[in-house]
């Protein structure tokens, strides 16, 4: 053979050699995408099946990244969320009403019986068209719940009868207890003949338990 030839014979096993290396690489990049596709890869769904098993687990979520002092405790609740999760409830009235007496009295119709379920903090504001027929006697007006005295003030129409005005105020009572309760508006007048008219009680249970 002369010096720097090459042998066809050596050449030939080697271009066979790369020929199936070719085909091996293909074959297997075909089996991949055919059977990747066939469990949904192209559409991009997730489902049970497509999931391996084991493939998220306690191990793999973060220590600590999803606990009840990030989501705030009960944040989401069936409670929070069904009809009436704040209870509210109002009474009124309209028929006038006449008081010349120095004791205190119950307002009629300015009395309502709440049943709360959970801890709460009950907000309370009634509003009175009052009229009075001597600007130097007082009116008073104080609020209960059950047999507690919760708020108790002097409220002042600003004119002599005939001049109707309207006087309002807002109580606050926290810490309540689940159970029922009574609300319920008295007045008072001192010297004078005093008349109500329109009227309305208002009480929220604003949940803290």
């Known amino acids: 053979m002369v010096e720097g030839s090459f042998s066809i014979s050596k050449v030939v096993p080697l271009i066979v050699v790369v020929w199936v290396l070719s085909l091996v690489t ?3 990049a075909m089996y991949v995408v055919l059977n990747f596709t066939q469990v949904g890869v192209g559409d991009l769904s997730i489902t049970a099946d497509k999931i391996v098993d084991g493939a998220i687990n306690t191990t793999k979520l973060a220590e600590g990244a999803v606990t009840t002092e990030i989501l ?8 929070k969320l069904a009809a009436n999760a704040i209870p ?12 010349t007496t120095e004791t205190y ?3 009629t119709d300015l009395s309502l019986t709440m049943n709360v379920e ?26 209960y719940v059950n047999s ?7 409220l002042q129409p600003p004119g002599n009868s005939p001049k109707w005005s309207s006087v309002s105020y807002t ?7 689940p159970g029922e309760y009574t609300v319920y508006v008295q ?9 109500v008219a329109d009227r309305n009680l208002y009480v929220i249970a604003l949940p803290t338990g």
């Open 26 to 28: 293909t074959l297997a």
């Open 72 to 79: 705030s405790d009960d944040a989401v609740t069936g409670s």
């Open 88 to 99: 509210f409830m109002s009474a009124n009235g309209s028929v006038q009403l006449t008081k």
């Open 105 to 107: 009295e119950n307002v």
């Open 118 to 143: 959970r801890k709460c903090t009950l907000l309370i504001m009634f509003s009175v068209q009052c009229a009075i027929s001597d600007l130097d006697t007082n009116v008073l007006w104080r609020v």
């Open 148 to 154: 507690d005295r919760i708020g108790n003030l002097w």
């Open 171 to 177: 109580f606050c009572q926290p810490n309540v207890s």
């Open 187 to 195: 007045w008072y007048v001192s010297g004078a003949t005093a008349w």
